[in-house]
């Protein structure tokens, strides 16, 4: 019988993203069964895969672990008791397997002896039976040596220790639970919209059903379940991690409308230049009251009685406790002035929302085009790093484009990424300060810098297209987007005052 894996788990086997093993098959490369591929199939398409070496995943890994702004150790290791419930139930698998091949080789032994026996037997029979126990020999000398398929078991093991898959039900989404994470900690990280209110086991809201496989909880809760919903299977997923691979049915945001609108008090944690016009303002919630939002949506930030203003979050939804926002330090802005010079590590702002709608298709898996216009890179930046942790989308490019070089604030963020992956694109356009006027601007992009985007990809209406910025820019850049042929439904625009 073969041996089945799971395309996540075959994706991370063989140090590749799930959409480049979805493309094998959808190209018929790699034959699959109800999301299973074979061993076999897979070193056969992978045939150099170095099992000692998963660099490309460990990239990937790596970008994510600085996106989310968790050190790697916490991620590594899982609880101590759930690595000894997995430890236990590989151990047991282990000897199962281990007196199933006891049995197997007495009875092939016992085979033997009986064709052995008709050794003197004479005619067709003698050897019919000598054929059959030299071919018997032949297979059990070959084993599995060389095949490859042994290091992939090893290894496939190994990833089962580390981490535990998870599949959602209605969705058919998937995520793996790594380290000390509960179920909804890693689908967060995963980039997926559970239903869920206090994170802190006291609301209830994250409530969902275990159709198959083994949880345990891991964190303290104060919301009680009922007899019955514990008889049915019922858990909180905040307080809960995967010891073996899981099925669950639980809820799932699908539209932005679905996410209720919250006020949060938050405190400052940092705020740093981001260059000579911008302020990367970093704020954090309680862990009790964090902001559940989807990538590219904005929120209002209130400092003290009288500041307000509305900002995309620059971060991603996947660490909800941790919110940045990028303020534009231009004279005359009152808030960033605020920031700037009164606003203090520690002190608390009230975060209301969120709004908007700027949000990524899920369900598409075309290939991803984003396009920022200065500080239109905030929620762009979200929606990547969302992208990212999906693993959903077969590539990803960045055109940013600004006035000057300066106001591409974050590229070394963005060439960092595109050195280590191999799906990404970053393409720094600046335009000069045409861009600025109504006429300069018709001229830079229409004849200009958009035409490269085209250039690049003379088949837009293959890819979604996510382009933000000022509400001129986007005019004009929708308006081209469009006569080219990129149909409207695969175009995705949020302004940015
Ligand atoms: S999110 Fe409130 S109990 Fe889990």
């Not at 006291?202 to 514990?230: F, I």
Request: proline letters at 4%; one cysteine or more; charged letters at 20%.
């Amino acid at each position: 019988m073969p041996q089945l894996l799971n395309l996540s788990r075959a994706a991370r086997l063989v140090g590749v993203t799930r959409v480049a093993l979805q493309k094998k098959i959808k190209e018929g490369l790699l034959p699959s069964f109800d999301g299973m591929v074979a061993a076999e199939d897979l070193l056969r398409v992978y045939p150099d895969v170095q099992f000692e070496d998963n660099t490309a995943y460990e990239r990937v890994a790596q970008i994510k672990d600085r996106a989310f702004g968790k050190r790697v150790f916490e991620r590594a290791l899982p609880d101590k008791e759930v690595l000894a419930a997995r430890l236990t139930g590989l151990a047991r698998e282990l000897s199962l397997a281990q007196s199933s091949l006891k049995r197997y080789r007495a009875a092939v032994d016992g085979v033997e002896a009986r064709l052995k026996s008709w050794d003197r037997a004479g005619g067709e029979l003698q050897a019919a039976a000598s054929s059959l126990r030299m071919w018997m020999q032949r297979e059990l000398a070959a084993g599995d040596s060389g095949s490859g398929i042994p290091y992939l078991t090893m290894q496939d093991n190994f990833l089962r220790i580390m981490a535990a898959h998870v599949k959602l039900q209605p969705s058919g989404h998937e995520f793996f639970v790594e380290g000390a994470d509960t179920l909804l900690e890693a689908a967060l990280r995963a980039g997926l919209a559970l239903n869920y209110g206090c994170s802190n086991g006291n609301c209830g809201q994250c409530k969902a059903k275990v159709v198959s496989g083994e949880v345990l909880k891991v964190r303290p809760h104060d919301y009680v379940l009922s007899e019955s919903e514990k008889a049915a299977g019922q858990v909180l997923m905040c307080s809960n991690t995967a010891v073996t691979d899981v099925v669950i049915e639980a809820g799932e945001a699908e539209t932005a409308a679905e996410i209720p609108f919250q006020h949060v008090t938050a405190h400052v944690k940092s705020i740093d230049p981001l260059g000579d016009a911008m302020l990367l303002l970093h704020l954090q919630t309680p862990r009790n009251n964090r902001l559940r939002f989807l990538a590219g949506q904005n929120v209002v930030l209130q400092l003290g009685h009288s500041i307000s203003a509305e900002f995309p979050v620059a971060s991603c939804p996947c660490d909800d406790r941790n919110l940045q926002f990028h303020i534009h330090n231009t004279p005359g802005n009152h808030f960033a002035d605020y920031v700037a010079t009164r606003l203090k590590k520690g002190e608390a702002v009230t975060v209301e929302g969120p709004t908007g709608g700027f949000v990524l298709r899920e369900d598409s898996t075309r290939p991803l085009i984003f396009i920022a216009f200065g500080a239109g890179f905030a929620p762009v930046k979200s929606l990547m790093e969302h992208a990212m942790a999906l693993d959903s989308a077969e590539s990803v490019q960045l055109y940013w484009i600004a006035s000057h070089e300066d106001d591409l604030y974050f590229s070394n963020w963005t060439r960092a990424w595109a050195d280590a992956l191999d799906n990404f694109v970053f393409t720094p356009l600046v335009a000069g300060s045409d861009l600025e006027t109504a006429a300069g601007r018709q001229k830079v992009l229409i004849d200009g810098l958009l035409q490269r985007i085209v250039e690049d990809h003379p088949r837009l209406s293959d890819f979604e297209v996510y382009v933000a910025g000022s509400e001129p820019l986007l005019n004009v850049a929708k308006k081209w987007l469009l006569a080219q042929g990129l149909p409207d439904a695969q175009l995705v625009a949020g302004m940015v005052r």
